[in-house]
């Protein structure tokens, strides 16, 4: 058992025995804010400036921590004091730190055989920040070179926003919990916030009787004390960056897992225990699973899975205490729906690989913050496929793929790994490229090398660099080592530079000495993207053609590849094999028809990415918008739920972005004959046995035929469905309710509204809470739409759920002009119900479903001037900006050719 907080730091033992004044908490001498250091001895020189790339002066490095908390979740703040073994590299007058919105009483460094030397703490703005966040301790005499202890005593208000340390109501019961990534340790204690800096914690946090407090490691020992609070000590953690450090307090319901060869525990709100079942199936098979690909066990010595009620993020990776929306966790067995079954595999599966990376081997900067996102997407659908094929997770992690691709486009897209000088921009860093483009690259990389010799180079890549930190040149150093190809120089294309390659693949049959095959590289562009000259890659390209075993590999770059098809000419090729490789590529009209009449010929991730690309070559400009009338309808037979998923998708952004209001009639009869076929193939319910992946057709079929096609039968079952849950959700299959109750929204009026906001109050499980929620952003009258809009207004629907109210609106062609108008309308309402940052992505996001030029406009000069304040959120405004001037491109090139054919038929 290591060591707790209660025992000091050995350096600290050591001052104390040579007489030097420790402190005990925060109550402390009065605050040292506003004394001089002429004050406290000689004058002190100026501290080193903000660096312009946005880390800290280097001038002490931080060694080990102590942190003694004092947390009453039912309070308005907490008090800490931090204690900091550090190294000074040589005599200084000042150290720059992190702190954030908290108030600092004691400031003293201890210095071994030396009286302590005490400090005035002033805050300021580090490069390119809106907030204070740069802590500057000024001594009174300079500290030596050697080892010192640094101790802060401070109290702080909870956050507001869910990050840093905030609480949380539940029922009658307040809780605390943590959110750190990426900047936001600063606000629950003083520290030097950098992933660089990895080191072990000892933590202690006095709670009132009745609570429990949990952290990163096991608990040690607890006791009473003399003022009616209970002390818990934690073991000694292993290394971590200030990022990772978790922490939570509460009366919570604690449901033991596995017990060897290490525990699993399920950490929920008190009465939500027996809700978490699943969760800890699940957990307990991906970290074994994990554990085998990464050839390292599980490497902390406990491992909590805790399910918090309000929480920004997904899940969180925190080593240990591992946090998750409470929907992720709580589902009850008996009516979980399918899509929640596989949503938590693959949470938990992702959490879990950031164990190994990003915990035990963490990124040196935000700029390879990839290696973490990247690698723990690739590895969640890799591990959840290796423990539950039947869920298809790598062919829908691909299907992601064709959407981050369109970010990737734009002109305002940055780099996977680009460089970071501000907390703004470590925070933008966390977004589809980062996590998809990042995962698309290493899956790339893995079918090129084969998937053994990637596996060993990523072992050889965690052995090497477990407990330190690392870049992505040591990843492609691991690689290369057992590959011997030159895996950094084709990753650097893709990671240092955004873009989408584009393949022109061609072919003739005939001739002198049989067919010919030409590849040819470009780059992907959508309509309106304009920009640099064309940029050129080293690509891995596979092409697989009918009556082929396997599939011909080539390494494309800017010259073109020729080769000879022999006497025998495919009657398809198709440019993508397995959908491996990241580019689109771009077939003539002729031959991109041929291979959709030949579709049943290829693999479902192939159909995937023949309807995906078939939609990038319209919005390139490649073929006629009127093409898909003759694309899409070849593919009326299919019944792999991802293609379907993809077909539902483009004839989505068809009526968004090509169809006139005047055609739409006409447009929703054509959608309604692709699917109704499917629809009455998979009606409304299925038996208790029926495949995972009928359930998931049905719900975009019938999504299709209600949200697109309008299909008044479909909104009138849907209607049923609704009355049905509404007065007892037990009554309607789960799967089915997640359906129906949305679509029913969209003819009702203001009673429905009423009624939905009473079962989100009443609802038993997070999920029927939210799929009441989710209705409520669904409905088509703009009045009862607002007001809906309005109850995210108050405390009604924590700031975690949200997401769910206004992200159905952005998504729906109809209910995006009506939340722009709102959201103008209520922006001071909205920002002091959303403060901070964290939701700004979001609020933002409606402005890339403008598509005229004119509300593109009216879209600018509303969000640029509303946004400065807010960190990480200037680069998703530009891009969504972006996104709306590509759609009124789009629009403008290819609407009449759409109306034109419509109007024919």
């Not at 004058?43 to 400036?49: D, R, S």
């Not at 703040?77 to 009483?105: C, K, L, Y």
């Not at 398809?572 to 959709?596: H, I, K, M, S």
Request: proline share 7%; glycine share 8%.
């Amino acid at each position: 058992m290591r060591r707790p907080i209660a025992i000091p730091l050995v350096t600290l033992l050591a001052l104390v025995a040579c007489g030097a004044e420790t402190g005990s908490g925060p109550a402390a001498p009065a605050p040292l804010a506003g004394s001089s250091s002429a004050a406290l001895g000689t004058a002190a020189p100026p501290a080193p400036a903000p660096r312009d790339d946005g880390r800290l002066p280097a001038t002490v490095t931080p060694q080990r921590y102590a942190l003694a908390l004092r947390i009453d979740p039912a309070q308005t703040r907490f008090s800490g004091t931090t204690t900091i073994q550090i190294a000074v590299p040589e005599p200084t007058w000042n150290v720059v730190m992190h702190a954030r919105d908290m108030s600092v009483s004691r400031a003293v460094a201890h210095v071994a055989g030396a009286p302590d030397i005490p400090a005035t703490a002033t805050t300021r703005l580090a490069n390119g920040g809106v907030i204070p966040e740069e802590l500057v301790l000024t001594f009174a005499r300079p500290l030596p070179q050697g080892q010192a202890v640094l101790e802060i005593a401070y109290d702080a208000p909870f956050a507001p926003d869910l990050a840093g340390l905030y609480r949380v109501k539940e029922g009658d019961a307040w809780y605390a919990y943590t959110q750190f990534e990426a900047t936001d340790a600063r606000r629950a204690f003083p520290c030097f916030d950098e992933p660089g800096f990895k080191t072990a914690y000892d933590v202690s946090i006095t709670t009132p009787r009745g609570m429990l407090a949990l952290a990163n490691a096991p608990e040690a020992s607890h006791e009473n004390t003399p003022d009616g609070m209970v002390a818990y000590h934690f073991e000694t953690s292993r290394p971590l960056p200030s990022y990772l450090v978790a922490f939570a307090v509460g009366n919570f319901d604690v449901v033991q897992g596995q017990t060897s060869p290490f525990p699993i525990r399920a950490i929920t709100p008190k009465g939500k225990g027996g809700l978490t079942s699943l969760a800890l199936e699940a957990s307990a098979a991906l970290v074994a699973k994990l554990g085998e690909y990464f050839d390292v066990r599980y490497p902390y010595p406990k491992l909590d899975v805790v399910a918090v009620p309000d929480f920004a993020a997904g899940a969180m990776e925190n080593p240990g205490l591992v946090t998750f929306r409470e929907e992720l966790l709580e589902i009850d067995p008996a009516r979980a729906t399918t899509t929640a079954r596989r949503r938590q595999a693959l949470v938990i599966a992702h959490e879990f690989a950031h164990q190994w990376f990003g915990d035990l081997v963490t990124a040196k900067w935000w700029d390879d913050i990839w290696l973490n996102e990247g690698m723990a997407t690739w590895a969640e659908s890799k591990m959840v496929d290796a423990w539950k094929p039947s869920f298809g997770a790598t062919t829908e992690e691909i299907a992601d793929v064709q959407h981050v691709m369109d970010t990737d486009a734009l002109h305002s897209a940055r780099a996977v790994r680009q460089p970071v000088h501000s907390v703004s921009e470590a925070m933008e860093s966390f977004d589809g490229l980062t996590y998809e483009k990042g995962a698309a690259v290493l899956r790339m990389l893995e079918s090129w090398l084969g998937a053994d010799t990637f596996r060993r180079g990523v072992q050889r890549y965690v052995h090497a660099n477990a407990w330190g930190n690392a870049s992505a040149s040591d990843l492609f150093d691991a690689l290369e080592y057992v590959s011997t190809q030159k895996v950094g120089a084709i990753a650097s294309g893709f990671l240092d530079h955004p873009g989408v390659p584009s393949v022109l693949l061609s072919w003739k049959c005939g001739g002198k000495n049989g067919g010919k095959l030409e590849l040819r590289e470009s780059e992907w562009r959508p309509l309106g993207g304009g920009g640099d000259t064309p940029r050129t890659w080293t690509l891995p390209v596979c092409v697989s053609s009918d009556g082929q075993k396997g599939k011909s590999c080539f390494t494309l770059g800017a010259d073109p590849i020729a080769r000879d098809l022999g006497a025998h000419c495919p009657a398809w090729l198709y440019p993508n094999a397995d959908e491996t490789g990241y580019y689109r590529f771009v077939l003539d009209r002729p031959q991109l028809l041929a291979l959709a009449r030949v579709s049943r010929s290829l693999a479902p991730v192939d159909r995937l990415g023949l309807v995906s690309n078939a939609w990038a070559e319209v919005r390139q400009g490649a073929i006629d918008a009127s093409a898909l009338f003759e694309v899409i309808p070849t593919f009326d037979y299919e019944t792999n739920r991802v293609v379907i998923d993809q077909l539902s998708s483009v004839v989505e952004e068809m009526d968004r972005s090509l169809v006139d209001d005047g055609d739409r009639p006409a447009f929703r009869r054509w959608v309604a004959a692709r699917f109704a076929g499917k629809k009455a193939m998979l009606g409304w319910e299925g038996g208790k046995k029926e495949d995972d992946d009928r359930v998931l057709s049905r719900n975009t079929v019938l999504f299709a035929m209600g949200r697109v096609a309008h299909d008044a039968a479909t909104l009138a079952e849907a209607e049923k469905y609704a009355q049905k849950w509404l007065k007892d959700p037990t009554s309607v299959p789960s799967d089915t309710a997640t359906i129906a109750v949305p679509l029913a929204s969209i003819r009702a009026g203001a009673s429905r509204l009423d009624e939905l906001r009473a079962a989100a109050k009443s609802a038993k499980t997070p999920q029927d809470r939210i799929v009441a929620i989710r209705a409520m952003g669904w409905f088509e009258d703009p009045t009862v739409l607002r007001q809906a809009f309005d109850v995210g207004l108050t405390d009604e629907i924590r700031l975690g759920e949200l997401r769910y109210l206004y992200g159905g609106a952005v998504g729906r062609r109809e209910s995006a002009p009506v939340l722009y108008g709102w959201e103008k309308d209520n922006w001071g309402k909205i920002r002091a119900r959303i403060p901070g940052s964290r939701g700004g992505g979001m609020l933002v996001g409606v402005a890339g479903a403008m598509c005229t030029k004119a509300d593109h406009d009216d879209a600018k000069a509303f969000f640029e001037p509303a946004i400065v304040a807010m960190e990480g959120v200037k680069r998703p405004l530009e891009e969504r900006l972006e996104q709306a001037s590509l759609c009124a491109a789009l629009r403008e090139h290819g609407a009449a050719d759409v109306a034109t054919w419509l109007k024919g038929k």
